[in-house]
């Protein structure tokens, strides 16, 4: 059967920013400053035109905070005029340890049809990675969103079109696509990398793998010699969810219909008379559980806004509460948690390449035969257990790259199963 997806470029550039833990909440004022509307009194040079649709929509936003770091993706005008400013008021030696991509970004959406839980992301990043495209990805409620660095544009579509990648021709930016690639790849691609400001050209990138089991050959040699290892987070739970389809958190800020009156010639009465503006459109639940959550430096938190979705947040369970109603998707108690299995990349340069499309193609390929031996040793030896299996469905990968980590999630059981696979593979024998 021929795997779908839809793909599009979302608007606008963008800046990868690594803020240590340390700093956190020095800086927590122009993190929120990305969560509103900016005054009349933000830098002249401040184009909201060029940030967003219009004025106050993000075109593409997401910060993450976990154990490793806070990591941002936002439009490149706000990392000049928000954050740089911020970092030039720190202490020199302390302002190194902020970073600032130096090259910029384009993403664009994912949104996959028929495609199978743990292949459907490696699809289309597969190719990327043995292409050499260094890319980040991030899993939301809706989509899947993909990170490349604008000068490699070009490259990634005639990457996907050379692979057998068809484009439609009703539309520039969006083009389903038929994978040519079988559904044994494993499922979330991307590169977890660290950055620096050292300009990228120098390093050189090593001559591209020719087939998938050379990349994840490689992949894992890469990250034993740089040491990383996988691991988790005690007694750390998430939760995966969306804001609600009708708030206007992303959409525009659209106005509602105006309540004013008026004094009976037409011209609005002094007393009532109000211009609508940001505040009265918002979800002010969502936005109090968002700044509360962010607020409190919590373990795991993770809010992305795109252009066409509803917000979708990934986190720390024990912060579900705080949002009162305003969530889709999310319980306080019951319903699916799910684990994160971190892997710290801050010694990987930003040309480390398939990283993680290495890492969930194997692990994914790992914990399907465990699971398919399992299943033969309940089935007495007669047969294995058809798919769709309460275990088979377990096995749905989802990924977020951070600026200089990365974190495989899982659900709860199958997490257990897949640290004892990345540690056979990454922790090094004596260590």
């Known amino acids: 059967m021929a795997l779908t997806a839809q793909v599009h470029f979302l608007d606008g550039t963008l800046s990868l920013i ?13 993190i929120l400053r990305l969560l509103f509307p900016q005054s009349r009194g933000s830098p002249p040079d401040l184009n909201l035109d060029s940030l967003t ?5 993000h075109g593409f936003l997401n910060i993450s905070v976990t154990p490793l770091e806070c990591s941002i993706v936002c439009h490149s005008s706000w990392a000049k005029t928000i954050f740089e400013p911020a970092i030039k008021q720190l202490p020199r030696d302390t302002a190194k340890t ?20 743990g292949s459907r992301v490696a699809d289309l990043t597969s190719p990327l990675a043995l292409a050499n495209i260094p890319l980040f990805f991030i899993t939301t409620y809706y989509s899947d969103f993909i990170l490349v660095p ?23 930016d969006s083009f389903p ?23 990228t050209t120098a390093r050189q990138q090593p001559p591209p793998p020719s087939a998938i089991p050379e990349l994840q050959e490689r992949t894992f040699d890469n990250l034993k010699k740089r040491n990383v290892v996988p691991y988790v987070e005690q007694g750390l739970l998430l939760v995966q969810c969306s804001g609600r389809q009708d708030n ?85 108690e019951g319903g ?77 059981e199958v997490s257990i199963r897949a640290m004892e696979a990345l540690s056979r593979v990454l922790v090094r024998e004596g260590k």
């Open 53 to 57: 649709l219009d004025s106050s929509q």
């Open 177 to 199: 696509f038929t994978s040519p690639y079988s559904t044994n790849h494993g499922r979330r691609a991307s590169q977890g990398s660290s950055l620096n400001e050292l300009p």
């Open 248 to 332: 206007n958190m992303i959409g525009g800020y659209s106005v509602r219909p105006s309540t004013f009156q008026t004094n009976g010639h037409g011209s609005r009465n002094r007393h009532s008379a109000h211009k609508p503006c940001w505040a009265d459109t918002v979800d002010t639940k969502l936005y109090t559980g968002l700044v509360s959550a962010l607020v409190s430096q919590p373990r795991f938190f993770s809010i992305t806004l795109a252009q066409d979705d509803p917000p979708s947040l990934l986190l720390d369970r024990e912060l579900v509460g705080i949002f009162g109603d305003s969530l889709v998707g999310a319980t306080t």
């Open 18 to 30: 690594h803020i240590p833990l340390s700093l956190y909440p020095t800086l927590l004022q122009p």
């Open 98 to 117: 902020v970073i600032i991509s130096k090259d910029d970004y384009v993403v664009f959406s994912v949104i996959s049809v028929g495609m199978d839980a």
């Open 150 to 172: 604008v000068k490699d544009r070009q490259a990634v579509e005639k990457t996907l079109l050379s692979r057998g990648f068809v484009f439609s021709e009703d539309s520039d």
């Open 336 to 412: 699916v948690s799910l684990v994160p299995i971190f892997l710290d990349l801050s010694s990987l340069p930003i040309e480390a390449t398939g990283i993680v499309s290495g890492v969930a193609g194997t692990l994914v390929k790992e914990l399907k035969e465990q699971y398919g031996a399992v299943a033969e040793e309940e089935d007495g030896g007669g047969g294995r257990r058809g798919r769709g299996s309460a275990q088979e469905e377990e096995l749905e990968l989802s990924f977020l790259s951070t600026v200089r980590a990365g974190a495989v999630i899982l659900g709860k």
